[in-house]
């Protein structure tokens, strides 16, 4: 039973991260997300069910589009397979509850920002914004986060990043982190409370100073070298989502021998 229960988590997020690739494709463009039909984005040809199949359809057409002939970008099994994956984490962690639908939402509004900073450095306020609405309100009925800590995410994450984005511009005059990373994190601190906001600055300062610095190693841009930075919020949020028990015993470990507790 427990392995039906985990296929039928998988099919679930591979079908919800073929919907996710629509929309990595079209909310940048500011397009619809239900018309027009699912087509190849080569020749236009409309998609028949069976060449729309999450995971499926890309194995048995080789990676090319049945009338073309030209490559499916790789990107859309890995986001297929990516949600189908964090979708039985979820109900591992969870189990069918409110708190499995509750974040499975809020990993898919996360897998999409990736994607979507990655190719045009946006953060699109269509998502953090009703993000942050939703985590907010979700949190009268989540057991693990409380309202009053997904508040202070909310005004904290918002206002740790503002204040570093400030900080940075007014020592260089030069916008270091746009909007959308402060209102992702804003959404971050909503789903997971403000007790998650260290570590998810830290981790993702981190991460993203070392790929930064291999990035202006590689580009020679010097200072002039941009990456976005969402992707990493959001990866040190998923990271804090599944792993935050491991998370706080080694902090406390890390107190413990600082002979500060």
């Known amino acids: 039973m427990e392995y039906i229960l985990l296929a ?84 591992q962690h969870f189990g069918w509850s409110f708190v499995f639908f509750y974040y499975f939402l809020f990993v898919a509004a996360l897998l999409v920002i990736i994607f979507i900073d990655i190719h045009h450095q946006i953060i699109p306020d269509s998502i953090s914004l009703p993000g942050i ?5 979700g949190s009268f009925l989540n057991p693990l986060v409380s309202w009053q800590q997904s508040g202070l995410g909310i005004f904290c994450g918002g206002g740790i990043l503002f204040t570093v984005a400030y900080g940075y511009f007014l020592l260089t005059k030069r916008e270091g982190m746009g909007g959308g990373d402060i209102k992702l994190l804003a959404m971050i601190g909503a789903f997971l409370g403000v007790q998650s906001l260290l570590f998810v600055v830290f981790f993702s300062s981190l991460s993203g100073s070392i790929i930064g610095i291999m990035a202006m190693v590689r580009q020679k841009k010097g200072g002039q ?29 890390y107190l413990g021998l600082s002979g500060l507790v």
Not at 13 to 39: E, M, Y
Not at 52 to 75: D, T, W, Y
Not at 236 to 253: C, P, T, Y
């Open 8 to 91: 039928c988590a998988a099919l679930l997020g591979a079908v919800v991260g073929s919907f996710l690739n629509v929309a990595i494709l079209r909310l940048p463009k500011g397009g619809s997300l239900v018309f027009p039909a699912s087509h190849c984005p080569q020749c236009g040809s409309i998609l028949r069910w069976y060449d729309n199949i999450p995971l499926v359809s890309f194995v048995l057409l080789r990676g090319k589009c049945r009338q073309c002939r030209q490559a499916i970008a790789l990107q859309y099994p890995l986001v297929e397979l990516a949600m189908a994956m964090l979708s039985v984490l979820l109900l």
């Open 133 to 137: 609405v939703l985590g907010f309100a």
């Open 225 to 253: 070298t941009r990456i976005p930075f969402g992707p990493f919020l959001a990866i040190a949020a998923g990271i804090f989502l599944f792993l935050q028990e491991a998370i706080f015993k080694i902090w406390h470990m």
